[in-house]
T-cell receptor, first 110, second 113 residues
């Protein structure tokens, strides 16, 4: 069954801690994206990768890092530098300008 | 600066009636528009799209209308069903690549049985 898998569904971060959100896709899409959704706001682009071993900053990249060592995987690390990390994080890949989203990870700060 | 705006954060409609969700944009360079539907704690799913060379696109109960001169598009759902209750995001694309995709803030639709 093709799709995008995000894990975990819920994640808690302690102050000063880095946490990594997983995103895996088996759609054979080249491009992958990370978005952040806050209540009452649209999706904002954090990072994107159009090909393996390459990625670009989006609109709100500060406090985040990514890697793209494999086509299928695009993990997002929320670093301690991100002062307001509580949000719903969505990973996506795209085909013909249509984005396919994972089911999201809700990150909360303890 | 929000280039894509959905000014109604919520909308309630009776089952069987028409739902009209509105979206305005400011950048005349947008040439492709999409609507996504999102249930709580899930990722958005693609619903319908329209190219700027068209003014209407229909898919079953869903129709999107585009008024380029007014920089306005709308999504019509007829007839509305309780399962349509979700948050609807409008998105606009400039050029190619989803990194050039801009999302609105969403409208929460509630269809009342």
């Amino acid at each position: 069954d093709g799709g995008i898998t995000q894990s975990p569904k819920y994640l808690f971060r302690k102050e000063g801690q880095n946490v990594t959100l997983s995103c895996e896709q088996n759609l054979n899409h080249d491009a992958m994206y990370w978005y952040r959704q806050d209540p009452g706001q649209g999706l904002r682009l954090i990072y994107y990768s159009q090909i393996v071993n390459d990625f670009q900053k989006g609109d709100i990249a500060e406090g985040y890092s990514v890697s793209r060592e494999k086509k299928e995987s695009f993990p997002l690390t929320v670093t301690s530098a991100q002062k307001n990390p509580t949000a719903f994080y969505l990973c996506a890949s795209n085909s013909n300008e249509k984005l396919f989203f994972g089911s999201g990870t809700q990150l909360s700060v303890l | 600066d929000q280039q894509v705006k959905q000014n109604s954060p919520s909308l309630s409609v009776q089952e069987g009636r028409i739902s009209i969700l509105n979206c305005d944009y400011t950048n005349s360079m947008f040439d492709y528009f999409l609507w996504y539907k999102k249930y709580p704690a899930e990722g958005p799913t693609f619903l319908i799209s329209i190219s700027s060379i068209k003014d209407k696109n229909e898919d079953g109960r869903f129709t999107v209308f585009l008024n380029k001169s007014a920089k306005h598009l709308s999504l019509h759902i007829v007839p509305s069903q309780p399962g349509d209750s979700a948050v609807y995001f409008c998105a606009a694309l400039r050029g190619t690549g989803a990194n050039n995709l801009f999302f609105g803030t969403g409208t929460r639709l509630t269809v009342i049985p």
